[in-house]
T-cell receptor
């Protein structure tokens, strides 16, 4: 498996523009997580999905942020309009289903993508 | 509240052992994890320990858990320059709570 795939790897945009980050989780994983990493705040959980349904979005900073998961193999995180303080590395992670076929939990081993480094000027 | 704390930096000589420490607050944590992040990359799971264990060894890695003190440590034996990275501990409650990360620098 190729692991969790994120695109783009780097994004530079101007304040006020819409930004869309993309994630493809590992096939068969039923949880998907979006994190944000900054020097000041460390690693923050923004939102997570189970079986494509958003479960906890309490970490989403404000209404400018939205996330969707239209199917099991794709998720987006959108920022509209973007602001300089949104500059960060955004990670997507997914967690696995064990060999017994039991659904994973949101605290099972998470596999991270390489991240998208977002710079808002 | 939920809080996971780590020291920010650790510098060791190649070949020595490294010990990275972590304290957490939630005694109901089921698992505790160690992740490694290399420059420009995502977090990579190194190892984990179940909360009813006090030690786990995996090749050069030894994890010690002191539940009474809510203290977790990661020992890396024979530290190599390739071990230079940021190490995160994380506690699993209803979600994963990550520490601030410890930057390990290995010098020759």
């Amino acid at each position: 498996d190729a692991g969790v795939i994120q695109s783009p790897r780097h994004e530079v945009t101007e304040m006020g523009q819409e930004v869309t980050l993309r994630c493809k989780p590992i096939s068969g994983h039923d949880y998907l997580f979006w994190y944000r990493q900054t020097m000041m705040r460390g690693l923050e959980l923004l939102i997570y999905f189970n079986n494509n349904v958003p479960i906890d979005d309490s970490g989403m900073p404000e209404d400018r942020f939205s996330a969707k998961m239209p199917n099991a193999s794709f998720s987006t995180l959108k920022i509209q309009p973007s602001e300089p303080r949104d500059s960060a590395v955004y990670f997507c992670a997914s967690s696995w289903v064990d060999s017994a076929g039991t659904s994973g939990s949101n605290t099972d081993t998470q596999y991270f993508g390489p991240g998208t480094r977002l710079t808002v000027l | 509240g939920e809080d996971v704390e780590q020291s920010l930096f650790l510098s060791v000589r190649e070949g020595d052992s490294s010990v990275i420490n972590c304290t957490y607050t939630d005694s109901s944590s089921t698992y505790l994890y160690w992740y490694k992040q290399e420059p420009g990359a995502g977090l990579q799971l190194l190892t984990y320990i179940f909360s009813n264990m006090d030690m786990k060894q995996d090749q050069r890695l030894t994890v010690l858990l002191n539940k009474k003190d809510k203290h977790l440590s990661l020992r890396i034996a024979d530290t190599q320059t390739g071990d230079s990275a940021i190490y995160f501990c994380a506690e699993a409650t209803d979600k994963l709570i990550f520490g601030t990360g410890t930057r390990l620098q290995v010098f020759p």
